[in-house]
């Protein structure tokens, strides 16, 4: 049986205790909810591709308090030092150079010599970490390519009796993952997340760099298919076809809408609460509106397209 933790101090210690321990914990997060685990201990990050049902070769982010607790496990210099600086704590993941000495387990790099790492805003969950004292590995609570939990509930309704605990904090604001941004040999957008990366371009003083197409799987979030609904998802439709359910976004009639004012950072707040409805009402054909490739419209049509992939 999973158990649910709340906010206070008593079940704070008591999610740290049960990490150090070994055991799955799904935490929140700015951005969505984290399956934690030491990622210090083989046998917990197994057990987190276990519950997920997650392939082996997708590498996991570890989860720190501090950027000076980030200098144990990775090299954290020149640009993206002064990124982190500018960013973190905050949505936004940095690849980075694996030390030789981190002690991770080398399931969470899935081989790779770098490591995805980032600080949470979230207060609820820099306690955790903190009291934790060790990185946690910590991949969305949900099973592996469905759509990502943004509350305590969804994650009970994905992974309940698999995992030891959720702390309960309530529902994420951001409620996309973290963008992602890698340095080889250029600050590169491995994946657009919570984020713009137009505001990471002004910190770092230049556009990011994309990867090329069918690039090797260094982070986390690249699988072609991925946040998946039950449903088959056709993307930019102003028209739906008979039978199709919409997903709307801006001033359309829709049984759910994104944001019917077109804001987007309410659109990228709603994106998998609408997908897990549409689970929930039994929509087996999903159309969605239009989306803009803008801001975090970026981030958003980079699920929406993983959502549609062939499975």
């Known amino acids: 049986m999973t158990r649910t933790l709340t906010e206070t101090p008593d079940d704070v210690a008591e999610a740290a205790r049960l990490l150090r321990q070994g055991r799955l914990v799904a935490f929140p997060t700015e951005t ?43 090299v954290l210099d020149g640009p993206a030092l002064a990124l ?74 994905g992974l309940g009796g698999r995992i030891d605990a959720v702390l309960d904090g309530g529902a994420c604001g951001v409620g996309l993952e973290s963008t992602i941004v890698g340095f080889d040999p250029a600050p590169t957008l491995l994946r657009p997340g919570g984020i713009a990366a137009e505001t990471l371009a002004e910190h770092i003083g230049a556009p990011l760099a994309r990867p090329g197409v069918n690039t090797q799987i260094t982070a986390p979030g690249q699988l072609a298919s991925h946040y998946a609904p039950n449903g088959t998802v056709r993307l930019n439709v102003t028209a739906p076809e008979p039978g199709e359910t919409l997903l709307g976004f801006g001033p359309v009639g829709a049984s759910l809408n994104l944001s019917p004012t077109g804001d987007l950072a309410e659109a990228a707040a709603n994106l998998f609460r609408h997908l897990r409805r549409l689970d929930d009402m039994g929509v087996s054909r999903i159309a969605v509106s239009p989306v803009p490739e803008t801001g975090l419209g970026l981030a958003i049509n980079d699920r929406l397209r993983r959502a549609a992939a062939p499975r």
């Open 32 to 74: 969505v909810y984290g399956l934690g685990a030491d990622a210090t201990n083989d046998t917990a990050v197994a057990a987190i591709y276990e519950a997920k049902g997650r392939p082996r070769f997708n590498p996991l982010i570890i989860h720190l308090p501090d950027i000076d607790s980030v200098h144990r496990y990775a």
């Open 84 to 157: 982190a600086r500018a960013v973190w704590p905050g949505a936004m993941t940095l690849v980075l150079p694996l030390r030789r000495d981190a002690g991770l387990s080398p399931l969470v790099t899935a081989g790779l010599d770098s490591v995805a790492v980032r600080l949470p805003d979230l207060g609820l969950a820099r306690r955790l970490l903190a009291a934790v004292g060790r990185p946690v590995a910590g991949p969305s609570a949900n099973p592996s390519g469905r759509v990502s939990p943004t509350t305590a509930q969804h994650v009970i309704d």
